[in-house]
Antibody, heavy 121, light 110 residues
């Protein structure tokens, strides 16, 4: 069965970077786009961007351009999201979510369990 | 890209029907039949309830249905049950090949 398993919770200091992983199983990573979505405490869902694992192509939300980087390692079926220059506003749960088959649509049929990133001095 | 507009909260009694609206623009909701709806319980990942405006994934109750008119999409839940109490989010594909979410609607079952 399809599963997306994310890395564990992180605590970071302001100004640091964080890299969250999302390991896919039950399907071929390169066959579907991967999206990243975050949710600050008590807030709504915020779309961050997608990566096409087949060729590494990306498209980021305007807000995150310049400080988010999405990558993948197809040899281990894992996608990554790295956010730099962290501030307290980046404290949130970060989710990976499977996109469309060879399509940037957010399929949203499978989600990771979420990774809590806490930014605190 | 501005968030899609959803009511902050809706409520209904068991057995009733409720509708949650999701308003965007011609660059997102109105321009594509790629609106999805998600249900989210506290501390849990979102669950896909409706995709491509009207389609239900396997396993989702027939009490959930979606529609769209112009720049506004809607989620209707009929025969409201206590277990439906959750947050609901809409999302849409956009002309920039990005995705935009609504701000979310808290559903209370009275």
């Amino acid at each position: 069965q399809v599963q997306l398993v994310q890395s564990g919770a992180e605590v970071k200091k302001p100004g640091a970077s964080v890299k969250v992983s999302c390991k896919a199983s039950g399907y071929t990573l390169t066959a579907y786009y991967m999206h990243w979505v975050r949710q600050a405490p008590g807030q709504g869902l915020e779309w961050m961007g997608w990566i096409n694992p087949k060729n590494g192509g990306t498209n980021y939300a305007r807000k995150f351009r310049g400080w988010v980087t999405m990558t993948r390692d197809t040899s281990i079926s894992t996608a990554y999201m790295e956010l730099s220059r962290l501030t307290s506003d980046d404290t949130a749960v970060y989710y990976c979510a499977r996109g469309g088959a060879n399509s940037p649509l957010l399929g949203g049929d499978y989600w990771g369990q979420g990774t809590l990133v806490t930014v605190s001095s | 890209q501005s968030a899609l507009t959803q009511p902050a909260s809706v409520s209904g009694s068991p057995g009733q029907s409720i509708t949650i609206s999701c308003t965007g623009t011609s660059s997102d909701v109105g321009g594509y039949n790629y609106v999805s709806w998600y249900q989210q319980y506290p501390g849990k990942a979102p669950k896909l309830m409706i995709y491509d405006v009207t389609n239900r994934p396997s396993g989702v109750s027939h009490r959930f249905s979606g529609s769209k008119s112009g720049n506004t999409a809607s989620l209707t839940i009929s025969g409201l049950q206590a277990e439906d109490e959750a947050d609901y989010y809409c999302s849409s594909y956009t002309s920039s090949s990005t995705v935009v979410f609504g701000r979310g609607t808290q559903l209370t079952v009275l």
